[in-house]
């Protein structure tokens, strides 16, 4: 039987961040994971540099039944409160777009840095330990494992959300979530490709690696951002972005030159030269192999000077206005996130405890807590389980 104040399960983001500041304040803190290495998903994110933080982190980029719920967190430890932990330990990071800090090597300097913080502060982690059974005894919680049995005042789950189950993402936390008597969300994949229907995806297979800025809306909400087309589908900061508001069978609003008015572009251009041909004009405006399918699609041949005004105003709104129904999303598979689970208004947005359980609580993806791409998910790991942290 081990004894320990503080029992985390979860040895990602948020868990390894609330087992070092929970060990400092004296705490005798066990993590423990399933996985045989802790941090899986942090060594693959950001195309393994991981994405660590967004210096403009707001309540505005996250997505929750209670919007409220992340606005105390956030004050408390912003991004400039990590950012400021990477300084101690002489992390090398660079700002890839405005406000997203990458780390400049290796997301495994990240990961460094947090198991290193937990051995300081000495926290005790098990690997390969998977939960068999967790029990309330009151003033206690019981927790069976396949490396034994832990007694614990504070439970904490950290175990994420569904998202690349390749890495050991499962669905433990919202059972026990459920086990206790909090709601859980209905759960659905975030930041993800979208697929097509086998007509569209035949089509647009030849156009698989092409990419462009583009601005796309589904249910009133829209990103401007670049587009990858792909085997599948379409991928990209601009439909990751607008999966987490896309609801199957929406349509998806695509300005494929949100830059300049495509109309007044080839008006321009027709008073420049007449006998400029349409096609190369707009060639030159959309990645070659893009244009050409549109092009040969809608049969825009000919000279400039053939088109009236009425032409180009119905070539504009079909290069601003490209309207595509996907067939669904990759899935968890490939999603960064998962959108949904733990109802936030069963637990405190000051302590993370569950508001009828004392000694449990749930920090970072496992809530119903859903960051932008860019960074935001990460700094909410880091926020939710340094605040859990102060109270375990």
Excluded at 120 to 127: C, D, Q, T
Excluded at 236 to 256: C, R
Excluded at 292 to 298: C, G, K, N, P, V
Aim: with cysteine.
């Amino acid at each position: 039987m081990n004894k320990v104040d503080v029992l985390i399960i979860g040895a990602g983001a948020s868990g390894l961040m609330c087992a070092a500041n929970a060990a400092y304040r004296g705490r005798s803190v066990t993590l423990i994971d399933h996985a045989n290495m802790a941090g899986k998903k942090i060594i693959m994110s950001g195309g393994g540099r991981c994405n660590f933080t967004n210096m403009d982190a707001s309540p505005k980029h996250f997505l929750s039944q209670n919007p409220h719920f992340v606005i105390s967190a956030l004050k408390r430890y912003g991004p400039s409160h990590f950012v400021e932990l990477m300084d101690r330990h002489g992390l090398e990071y660079v700002e890839k777009a405005p406000g997203q800090l990458f780390c400049q090597k290796s997301a495994k300097d990240l990961l460094s840095i947090l198991l290193t913080e937990c051995e300081w502060s000495g926290v005790n982690i098990s690997l390969n330990t998977k939960v068999v059974k967790v029990t309330d005894l009151g003033e206690c919680k019981e927790v069976e494992t396949n490396q034994g049995t832990f007694i614990c005042e504070s439970l904490v789950i950290a175990t994420g959300g569904l998202s690349i189950p390749s890495k050991g993402a499962t669905g433990f936390g919202y059972q026990i979530a459920e086990q206790f008597g909090l709601e859980v969300l209905p759960t659905r994949a975030g930041l993800v490709p979208v697929t097509l229907q086998p007509d569209l995806k035949a089509k647009f297979e030849p156009l698989a690696g092409v990419s462009c800025d583009v601005s796309v809306t589904a249910n009133k909400t829209n990103f401007t951002e670049p587009m990858l087309f792909t085997h599948r589908g379409l991928s990209g900061p601009a439909i990751l972005q607008i999966s987490n508001h896309w609801l199957p069978g929406d349509e998806l609003k695509i300005d494929l030159y949100p830059a300049e008015s495509i109309y007044s572009l080839l008006v321009e251009a027709r008073e420049k030269n007449p006998k400029s041909q349409i096609d190369k004009v707009l060639s030159q405006l959309l990645p070659k192999r893009l244009a050409s399918m549109l092009i040969e699609d809608h049969k825009w041949q000919g000279v400039l000077a053939e088109y009236g005004n009425q032409a180009f105003e119905e070539i504009a709104e079909t290069l601003h206005n490209w309207v595509i129904k996907p067939n669904g999303t990759e899935g968890y598979r490939t999603a960064e996130v998962t959108l949904g689970g733990v109802d936030t208004n069963y637990v405190s947005s000051k302590t993370f405890e569950a508001k009828e359980v004392k000694g449990l609580f749930f920090i970072g993806e496992v809530l119903d807590v859903t960051g932008w791409l860019g960074g935001y998910n990460f700094q909410w790991a880091w926020a939710s389980g340094y605040c859990a942290a102060q109270y375990v």
